[in-house]
């Protein structure tokens, strides 16, 4: 893919022989500030806990036919692929490591001379762009990741800890804002234990969460949709702690201890850096 080209619904634009051209980039999301004018009161009182709105990019295409009907049956095609009733990946050829979450609700108007049609498209995007790959998956040579991309070789190995004991580890989180409760729709962090223990204790960036019972197969505790299952069951009403905020992985080195007993079990950090 040209840096010039874009994917969407994993579909690159060279394969419509298109010529793009981008025309609007948001740099930065606009703010959703929650703050109160107060009388007599300099500036605002702000709560804190502001979040970001959609952003929008926007790209031009041109495209080509013999005629007026084969015209008109390429638009339709482009329109198929573009159409999502929800967001889609969206892939920049000069950012192939990175996807946002995308759609067009704005419909496109369509422009076209005897041979040639061109129209302009505005991406609505969530505000984040997401890394192609989770920490929690295993990366080869011959993957699809492009080189100078911040995600190194065997990833799945630097996120997965073997506990038979109270332990300290530490990862690190290339991406440049933290992911957890409070993330866009369609984000993941979840930590994976494999394994058995009677009692397990997991304490990250000041917040703790509490498993009280003894639990043998795979628990997953998931921070973006605040859930803790083991083997697909719903284990919430047995853990205590931080169980209103969950964790939340920070850009650059995190901490984990964990603690415990009867632990033999293997601890994997799965999550899809995100950036601004």
Not at 177 to 183: D, K
Request: hydrophobic fraction near 35%; glycine fraction near 10%; charge should be negative.
């Amino acid at each position: 893919m040209r840096i010039d080209e874009f994917s969407f619904k994993g579909i690159e634009s060279g394969i419509y022989h298109l010529i793009c051209q981008t025309t609007g980039r948001q740099l930065l999301p606009q703010m959703r500030s929650k703050t109160l004018t107060i009388n007599g009161k300099h500036g605002v009182y702000d709560f804190g806990n502001n979040d970001y709105a959609p952003i929008q990019h926007a790209k031009k295409i041109v495209y080509v036919g013999d005629d007026i009907n084969e015209l008109r049956n390429r638009a339709h095609q482009i329109a198929a692929w573009l159409h999502s009733t929800k967001h889609e990946p969206l892939i920049f050829g000069d950012e192939p490591d990175k996807f946002y979450q995308a759609r067009i609700p704005g419909g496109i108007n369509l422009q076209s001379l005897l041979k040639i049609g061109e129209c302009d498209i505005t991406f609505d995007c969530q505000p984040m762009a997401d890394c192609i790959v989770d920490t929690g998956e295993d990366i080869i040579l011959d993957s699809d990741l492009p080189l100078g991309s911040d995600i190194m070789l065997d990833t799945i190995d630097n996120y997965t800890f073997n506990v038979t004991g109270d332990t300290t580890v530490t990862f690190e989180n290339h991406g440049l804002i933290e992911t957890g409760l409070r993330s866009q729709e369609g984000s993941k962090f979840n930590i994976e234990i494999a394994g058995s223990f009677t009692t397990l204790s997991i304490t990250m960036n000041g917040k703790t969460i509490n498993y009280n019972e003894a639990a043998s197969g795979t628990v997953i505790i998931n921070n973006t949709n605040a859930t803790i299952e083991t083997n697909g069951i719903n284990k919430m009403p047995i853990c205590t702690g931080d169980l209103i905020d969950f964790f939340e992985v920070i850009p650059g080195e995190n901490e984990v201890i964990i603690t415990g007993t009867g632990l033999n079990c293997s601890v994997l950090f799965d999550f899809r850096q995100q950036y601004l």
